[in-house]
C-alpha cells in the first residue's frame, strides 16, 4: 500500500514539474545567450506550415522611403503556395509552385486583365527590395543560419539580448545586432553573376549591393570582369523583436552605413491555420483575377 502511494505521489509531482517548465517557461533574463533566444525563434519558423500576416513595409529606395502595407497568405506543403494582395495599390498575386511554369498570376489595376510574370523579374522587383519568394519567415531564418554556419563566434560577437520589449502590443524579446566593422570590399564579376546571385554567394543584402555600386534597375546579368564594392556583412545594425510567446519575429529593422534601410512589422500573425480547398485558386471567392 505505502510503495503504491509513493509510485502514485511520484507520478504527481512528476506531471506537475513537467507541466510548469514546458507550459509556464522561465522568461528570459539580462543573462540568457541571445543565441538561445534566436535558436528558439528558428525552431518555431521551422515547424511553420501555413501562414498569414499582415506586412507593414518601410523601404529606402535611393533618397526616398517607400512604404505599403499588404496582406499574404502561405502554405508550404506539399507545394509552395502563396496569395499576396496590396489593398491601397490594388495589385493581387497568386503564385502556385510547378504551376504556369512557376510564374505568378498578377493583377493590376490599370491591365483589364490578369498577366503571369515571372516573380524575379523588373516588373515584380521594381522599387522594392524582395521578391515574393522572400515573403513569410523562411528566408529570415536561412539568412541567419548561413551566417551562423559560415562564422557562427564572429557573429555571435555582435548580437546582444537587449530584454523584454513591447512591440505592436506584444511582449517581445530584443535582440540587436551591432558591428563596428562594416565596410565594402572590391570584387571583380565573374561569369554570368548578377546582383541576386553575388548577394546569395556571400550571403549579404542585395540592395545594398545595389544602392552602393548604382544599380538600381540591373536585373540581368553584370558585365563580366567589372569591379563593383560589396559589404563584408549583411548590415551594420538590426534590430529583431521575436515575440515572447510564439517566437516569432513581430518587427525587424535594419541599418547599413547610411542609417535605417528597411523595416518590417508584422501584425496579425497566424501560424498553422488550415486553408481551405480553393484558397490558392484564381476563382477563390473576393479575389479579383
Do not use: W
Request: one cysteine or more; charged letters at 25%.
Amino acid at each position: 500500500m505505502k510503495t503504491a502511494l509513493k509510485y502514485l505521489l511520484y507520478c504527481i509531482l512528476f506531471f506537475l514539474t513537467t507541466f510548469f517548465v514546458t507550459k509556464h517557461k522561465i522568461p528570459a533574463n539580462e543573462n540568457t545567450p541571445p543565441i538561445q533566444i534566436l535558436q528558439k525563434m528558428i525552431d518555431s519558423i521551422e515547424s511553420i506550415k501555413t501562414i498569414q500576416i499582415k506586412l507593414v513595409a518601410l523601404e529606402r529606395f535611393q533618397q526616398h522611403y517607400l512604404k505599403a502595407t499588404s496582406h499574404f497568405k502561405i502554405s508550404y506543403y506539399p507545394e509552395k503556395k502563396l496569395y499576396f494582395i496590396n489593398p491601397e495599390k490594388k495589385i493581387e498575386v497568386l503564385y502556385v509552385q510547378d504551376e504556369n511554369n512557376n510564374k505568378a498570376i498578377v493583377k493590376h489595376p490599370l491591365l483589364p486583365f490578369s498577366i503571369l510574370l515571372d516573380p524575379k523579374c523588373s516588373a515584380m522587383k521594381k522599387n522594392q527590395h524582395y521578391t515574393i519568394h522572400e515573403l513569410g519567415f523562411q528566408y529570415i531564418a536561412n539568412t541567419i543560419q548561413i551566417a551562423l554556419s559560415k562564422e557562427k563566434e564572429k557573429y555571435l560577437q555582435h548580437l546582444h539580448y537587449l530584454g523584454i520589449q513591447e512591440k505592436n502590443n506584444q511582449a517581445c524579446f530584443l535582440l540587436m545586432y551591432e558591428s563596428s566593422n562594416f565596410d565594402y570590399i572590391p570584387y571583380t564579376i565573374q561569369t554570368r553573376e548578377t546582383v541576386v546571385s553575388i548577394s546569395r554567394k556571400f550571403n549579404i543584402n542585395e540592395y545594398i549591393i545595389r544602392d552602393k555600386n548604382n544599380l538600381y534597375y540591373e536585373f540581368g546579368f553584370l558585365k563580366k570582369g567589372a569591379t563593383i564594392y560589396i559589404p563584408k556583412m549583411y548590415c551594420k545594425k538590426a534590430f529583431i523583436y521575436i515575440d515572447k510567446n510564439t517566437y516569432l519575429p513581430t518587427s525587424i529593422n535594419i541599418y547599413d552605413d547610411k542609417g535605417l534601410l528597411e523595416s518590417y512589422d508584422y501584425l496579425n500573425v497566424q501560424k498553422n491555420t488550415v486553408f481551405r480547398e480553393n484558397e490558392f485558386s484564381k476563382h477563390f471567392k473576393g479575389y479579383n483575377f
